[in-house]
């Protein structure tokens, strides 16, 4: 298994989560929020995020895939868990790991049922933006780190289902395919 070089180290990553804690908790400490993380690569940084998040929330999850075991894109986005929480009247916030293409968010229509469903509003978080590899326009409202043009993993995003566990986000050596 390679090792992946760092990009972003775990102090460098808890500082900015901290720091998008406190906007979220400003924006919504009014009303309280529901966060929906995109499992599975939204885990680690869900759990580091809600706990800096001062204002009432519950956490829910949803489960979505673009990925096989590939690094490019299939196009096809299943829904495979959706939220258990009733989000009528409530302020919800998506978690994501990353944001490349944006097919995941936008052909999922995740943001669109939850308005559906009577959400007061629904904001999208993401830990990671990759802005260079965009095909569909999406709108995100906090951004952690603009990511390269390079296929990443660890702090919860993986490769085949490996490097989850890697306490920084780095690099993989390898094929990164263009779509
Ligand atoms: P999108 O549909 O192309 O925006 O991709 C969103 C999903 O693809 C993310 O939630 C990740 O699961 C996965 N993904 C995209 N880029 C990367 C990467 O660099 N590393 C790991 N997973 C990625």
Redo the contacts with the bound molecule.
Sequence with gaps: MDVPEVLLDADRIARRVRELGAEISADYSETGLVVIG?LK??FIFLADLVREITAPVIVDFVSM???GSS?C?SGI?RVTKDPDVDVEGKHVLIV??????????K?SCLAENLQAGGAASVRVCTL?D?PC?R?VD?HLDYVGFE?PN????GYG???DGLYRNLPYIGV?NCEYQED
Excluded at 96 to 105: F, H, K, M, P, S
């Design positions: 995109v690569g939204s895939s673009s990925y690094t894109s986005v994501e790991d990353i944001v490349d293409t944006g097919w995941t968010l052909m990671l990759k590899r095909k999406v990511a390079e296929f990443v993993v995003l993986d490769f993989l």
